[in-house]
């Protein structure tokens, strides 16, 4: 049952997403993509991990240590699903299709989607369990 806190997890996620997207395309005029897409990423994950732990996941019954280490553990396996996801669709299947435009943009961005859902059971079972 997905409840209350699934649609302030996804605006939380959403907040968290963007400042993952902005910073990603910020840091892209400085370093290479996966890098620019790993910190991005850390900047997102922060962004997160406070606003779950005050917004969604309030009252959780586990320590401030645990969830940081469940939190991070959880966001490691999004993150390497983002790079999937993100290298997938920038450098093969949107070359292939022939859209080139903001193409590494638009493939972070479907990468940063796709593991909101494992993240979400993730963190409600595990990060922040009452």
């Not at 994950?45 to 917004?55: C, D, G, S, V």
């Not at 903001?102 to 409600?124: C, D, M, N, R, W």
Request: no cysteine; proline share 4%.
């Amino acid at each position: 049952m997905i409840g209350r806190t699934f649609p302030r997890f996804l605006f939380a996620g959403g907040v968290a997403a963007l400042a993952n997207i902005a910073s990603r395309y910020l840091l892209g005029f400085m370093m290479p993509y996966v890098p620019s897409i790993v910190i991005a990423y850390l900047i997102g994950m922060l962004t997160a991990f406070l606003l779950n732990r005050r917004f969604v996941f309030h009252g959780a019954g586990n320590s401030l240590h645990q969830q940081v280490l469940w939190f991070s553990l959880i966001n490691v396996l999004a993150l390497v699903q983002t790079i999937l996801v993100s290298l997938v669709l920038s450098r093969w299947l949107l070359p292939w299709a022939g859209w080139i435009w903001q193409a590494e943009t638009i493939a972070h961005v479907v990468g940063v989607i796709v593991p909101v859902f494992s993240s979400y059971l993730g963190h409600k079972r595990l990060t922040f369990r009452r």
